[in-house]
């Protein structure tokens, strides 16, 4: 994912050969390369090498149990890294269940679901309902169309960390049509805000492809199991080189991301058309689309978004056609109990086993 150039090249190529003949002449060591967080500190786990460049409603908050690493993640080491080590033949879900009056549901056990694989029955091998870590890239329309709406999304994307598991790791992407890693994974609130605040709203709105390298982002470098795509637009894609139906697929590669989508719509050329995007790919990866008829509504969504998250059971299953076999897999996941009447379970519907399908960006 391409990140923007902060120092013109030929200054870049000045500074260095300056350096070289000056390290040559006084035969000093080596100097860490500034800004390095690694190289400032050697005793500090050595982060991500930034990706490789390329183509530009639910029920009221409540307190989220503190779990640590040990209780989480059995393998977790002293560093504190949240790992979720499934097996490799088994499919996670990420669930939300909430009754009649959409309100979320957290008491449920084991045996009150049943998941289904192309309409077979599947047997849970694990099960867990957790304040669970994820990894998660805030994906925000940089389009010209935007440049009056960024501060209140800016301020709402914040909120929405600050409301989150503290142990999260969040990354931003800024997009117009071109789309730009502009912070990568961190947890640091002040790092999240300087990246929100890279505001070049021009050009058009390549949303698919920054969805897209998004996705992939979370799967090569995020370190959590549980992967979350946020991202906030006013209009319809009108720059990527994938297509709606190609950016669905890459979501619903297995262990992808589920997706939040903000469509602030009001005014916009084509609503249907841009709405029919987000719900496809929230519903699709078992999140949720929202349609704010104002920008003030914003930052409550984020914050149910949050709530969501941290509220999911976490299903886990060995499907009884083995995941070498390829093909797409529709899921479905029943609950039910008889503390409560009808309960409705939002998850993914389907993944593609096997191979990760060819991404058509460039």
């Known amino acids: 994912m391409r990140q923007r150039n902060k120092v013109p090249l030929l200054f870049f190529f000045l500074l260095t050969t300056l350096c070289l003949a000056n390290s040559q002449e006084n035969q000093a060591s080596p100097i860490p390369v500034a800004g390095s967080e690694a190289a400032a500190n050697p005793q500090s786990p050595p982060t991500s090498a930034p990706p490789p460049a390329s183509k530009g409603q639910v029920g009221a908050p409540n307190a989220a149990p503190n779990v640590s690493p040990a209780a989480q993640n059995p393998d977790a080491g002293d560093s504190g890294v949240f790992v979720f080590r499934k097996q490799v033949d088994e499919v996670v ?67 929405l960390v600050r409301a989150s598991n503290s142990n999260d790791e969040v990354f931003i992407v800024n997009f117009n049509d071109e789309y730009y890693l502009d912070q990568d994974f961190t947890s640091n609130i002040n790092k999240l805000k300087a990246g ?41 894609d009108n720059e990527s080189a994938e297509t709606l139906e190609q950016a669905v697929r890459r979501l619903q590669g297995d262990g ?26 929230s519903e699709r990866t078992g999140g949720l689309a929202f349609f704010p008829k104002t920008l003030d509504e914003v930052d409550a969504i984020s914050r149910s978004v949050a709530h969501d998250i941290r509220t999911q059971y976490t299903i886990g299953y060995k499907p009884t056609t083995p995941k070498k076999q390829g093909g797409y897999r529709q899921v479905k996941v029943d609950a039910r109990s008889r503390s409560y009447g009808k309960l409705t379970v939002r998850t993914k519907s389907g993944y593609y086993a096997g191979a990760e399908p060819a991404s058509g960006a460039q």
Request: avoid cysteine; aromatic fraction near 4%.
């Open 93 to 159: 879900l990420h669930a939300t269940v909430v009754d009649d009056k959409q309100r979320i549901v957290t008491s449920l056990d084991k045996g009150d679901f049943n998941v289904y694989e192309n309409g077979s029955p599947q047997t849970i091998t694990s099960f867990r309902h957790e304040d669970i870590p994820v990894a998660m890239g805030i994906v925000v329309d940089n389009s010209g169309s935007m440049r009056e709406k960024r501060q209140k999304v800016n301020a709402a994307a914040l909120n």
């Open 196 to 236: 929100l605040e890279k505001i070049e709203t021009r050009g058009g709105t390549a949303l698919y492809d920054a969805v897209v390298a998004s996705a992939d982002h979370l799967k090569k470098e995020g370190k959590l199991e549980k992967k979350v795509i946020f991202v906030v637009t006013d209009g319809e």
């Open 256 to 281: 992808g991301p589920t997706v939040y989508a903000i469509g602030i719509l009001e005014g916009e050329e084509h609503p249907k058309h841009a709405k029919r995007a987000l719900q496809i790919m």
